[in-house]
């Protein structure tokens, strides 16, 4: 089992930044590649980003390539995601998830995901 705890959402004015943290616990953080999705209301949950399990390589969705950066530290069993630029199509609630996949078309999607957080809100104003 993994625990997944999110912080750092908020409310931003478009232009904004934020970062959002995700905080595992429980088996091997270094096990999992971790992922971000985010959903709005009346929306299917959507992938935002992927990291693979050592860090060396991240995956982005189109909308959000070159605004935001995945990163994480395994010595804190961490995972964050750096947001500039916000727009206000980019509200909604954000969800860390981990994978134990090693394949690209598995971490690019919310199907290959085994564990997830609670969210956190993410609010940009026009």
């Known amino acids: 089992q993994v625990q997944l705890v999110e912080s750092g959402g908020g409310l931003v004015q478009a232009g904004g930044s934020l970062r959002l943290s995700c905080a595992a616990s429980?088996?091997?953080?270094?096990?999992?590649?971790m992922g971000w999705f985010r959903q709005a209301p009346g929306k299917e949950r959507e992938f935002v980003a992927a990291i693979n399990r050592s860090g060396a390589n991240t995956y982005y969705s189109d909308s959000v390539k070159g605004r935001f950066t995945l990163s994480r530290d395994n010595g804190k069993s961490t995972v964050y995601l750096q947001m500039n630029s916000l727009r206000p199509e980019d509200t909604a609630v954000y969800y860390c998830?981990?994978?134990?996949?090693?394949?690209?078309?598995?971490?690019?999607?919310?199907?290959?995901?085994?564990?997830w957080g609670q969210g956190t809100q993410v609010t940009v104003s026009s």
């Open positions: 998830a981990a994978s134990d996949s090693i394949f690209i078309r598995f971490i690019t999607s919310k199907y290959g995901y085994n564990y």
């Open positions: 429980g088996r091997t953080f270094s096990s999992y590649a």
